[in-house]
């Protein structure tokens, strides 16, 4: 119950410090739109924060990963592989066309790839920090 608590607050945390910097400086949202979409995306969170580390936990133990290079390869993977689906179904319910979505996720990748390995050591800190032993 505690590892779900504490991946749960690392996925809140990280995500609505980088969210809220993009949407603010590189989108330029007025600060009342962003605050009414990172409270619309907590629920969201909560219900993905931790089925998405326990599903990186998985890959680490399969893949094993040695270095940096290859832990960053496997998170990396584990965030395409479980991201773009949740990115994908959102928008779809959000109202978007298949060519905006498949727009957006394509653009969406880059950030992805980009903040999956600092997330997953965002995560592994914040375990550390709290006592929690890291699945490997």
């Given at each position: 119950?505690?590892?779900?608590?504490?991946?749960?607050?690392?996925?809140?945390?990280?995500?609505?410090?980088?969210?809220?910097?993009?949407?603010?400086?590189?989108?330029?949202?007025?600060?009342?739109?962003?605050?009414?979409?990172?409270?619309?995306?907590?629920?969201?969170?909560?219900?993905?924060?931790?089925?998405?580390t326990?599903?990186?936990?998985?890959?680490?133990?399969?893949?094993?990963?040695?270095?940096?290079?290859?832990?960053?390869?496997?998170?990396?993977?584990?965030?395409?592989?479980?991201?773009?689906?949740?990115?994908?179904?959102?928008?779809?319910?959000?109202?978007?066309?298949a060519?905006?979505?498949?727009?957006?996720?394509?653009?969406?990748?880059?950030l992805?790839?980009?903040?999956?390995?600092?997330?997953?050591?965002?995560?592994?800190l914040?375990?550390?920090?709290?006592?929690?032993?890291?699945a490997?």
């Amino acid at each position: 119950m505690r590892t779900s608590i504490i991946d749960t607050i690392a996925t809140i945390v990280f995500f609505t410090v980088f969210a809220t910097f993009s949407e603010l400086v590189i989108a330029g949202m007025d600060l009342s739109s962003v605050l009414t979409t990172r409270l619309v995306m907590i629920p969201v969170m909560i219900a993905t924060g931790r089925p998405y580390t326990v599903w990186r936990d998985w890959l680490f133990s399969q893949v094993q990963p040695r270095g940096y290079f290859s832990a960053a390869a496997a998170d990396i993977a584990a965030f395409l592989v479980f991201q773009v689906p949740v990115y994908g179904a959102t928008l779809m319910i959000a109202g978007a066309s298949a060519s905006e979505a498949l727009f957006a996720i394509g653009s969406a990748i880059v950030l992805m790839v980009l903040l999956a390995r600092p997330f997953g050591l965002f995560v592994d800190l914040m375990r550390r920090m709290f006592g929690i032993e890291l699945a490997r």
